[in-house]
């Protein structure tokens, strides 16, 4: 029996998930987790660090040997945030989400990408895979590399903005899918399709709608700060227009989904009226053959027709026409 795969503790977590250093003239060099224990970054003009938040090294090292303040390092490790842009002294401090795009899982569990900048140093932590710093790190390689800390910010909050816009086009797509369910009476939505649905975008909205206003604290901070420069200011604005688009495509998306909900719910109770109508009419119906064929039934001297060959016949001709009667009443008054 082959033993079971021991867990991975916080301490198993290797540190740094990529890091650069950066020389007078912007040139990006590698960084290895030793370069940043050992001083190494001394050496270099500015540099900046994407951490695992979930490694106990790189937790400490943040606490005690990054320069950074107590509390602005305790607002970097905590579990849970929301999205923010704090000045605090000479940096910032900065969170924003993006989307899950992690195998397996969903896209609306939005991942947290907590940074403190500052004219030296960018310290970003992640506690799962960003594919938004992967793409920013590939942009450096290609040789598209920022020249100051806040070109870097200005590129990642422009990267989770790239990643996201196509993830919220599909909610907007499958709006239009639910609705065109909707109009075809032979097609219906699963019980909880919308429910889910709704569920999805509520979550990823709780998440936009602060970030949207994260980027436009930043900007409005940011060029007073003297961190980012007028092109990078450009790239800023952009992003928080393009959140403010999304975040106003969400709330549409959400009132459609709310319409439609509203939709489902009264083409189910029509049904369940027309069905209730119909037994009503059939209870309508057949309520006086009840009621005669209850009195014949009482089994009592006096009953007429009891030695008559002819009784029965006469008895089913007259349910027969009473029925038909009512029928015909109403098909007059338009109940059927």
């Known amino acids: 029996m082959t033993p ?49 938040r979930l490694s106990e090294a790189a937790q400490e090292w943040l606490s005690n040997s990054s320069g950074v303040d107590e509390l602005a390092a305790d607002a970097l490790l905590q579990e849970d945030t929301r999205p923010r842009a704090v000045r605090h002294g000479k940096g910032f401090l900065i969170n924003l989400r993006g989307m899950n795009l992690n195998e397996g899982e ?113 900007v409005r901070e940011g060029a007073q700060a003297g961190l980012f420069s007028d092109y990078d200011m450009m790239y800023l604005r952009e992003s928080a227009d393009r959140v403010t688009r999304l975040s106003e495509e969400l709330e549409t998306i959400r009132d459609r989904s709310t319409v439609l909900q509203e939709q489902v719910i009264e083409a189910r109770g029509e049904i369940m009226n027309q069905r209730l109508f119909v037994l009503s009419i059939l209870s309508a119906v057949f309520l006086p053959i009840s009621f005669v064929t209850g009195l014949f039934g009482v089994n009592i001297g006096g009953m007429p027709g009891v030695h008559s060959p002819t009784a029965f016949a006469i008895l089913v001709g007259a349910l027969a026409a009473a029925t038909l009667l009512m029928l015909a009443i109403f098909r007059w008054r338009r109940w059927i």
């Open 106 to 218: 969903a896209r609306e569990d939005m991942l947290a990408l907590r940074m403190w900048a500052s004219e030296t140093s960018l310290i970003t932590l992640r506690a799962k895979r960003i594919q938004a710093a992967r793409d920013v790190e590939a942009s450096m390689r290609e040789g598209d590399v920022p020249n100051s800390t806040g070109g870097l910010v200005a590129s990642l909050a422009e990267a989770l903005t790239n990643r996201m816009e196509p993830e919220i086009a599909q909610f907007d797509e499958q709006a239009d899918e639910f609705e065109d369910q909707l109009l075809d009476a032979d097609n219906r939505l699963p019980r909880s399709a919308l429910s889910e649905f709704r569920r999805r975008v509520l979550q990823v909205r709780r998440y936009i709608m602060p970030q949207r206003d994260a980027l436009a604290q930043l």
């Open 4 to 52: 079971p795969a021991p867990s991975h503790t916080p301490t198993q977590i290797h540190p740094l998930v990529f890091g650069y250093g950066f020389a007078n003239d912007g040139t990006p060099t590698p960084l290895s987790w030793e370069d940043v224990t050992s001083g190494k970054l001394a050496e270099f003009r500015r540099y900046w660090l994407h951490l695992n």
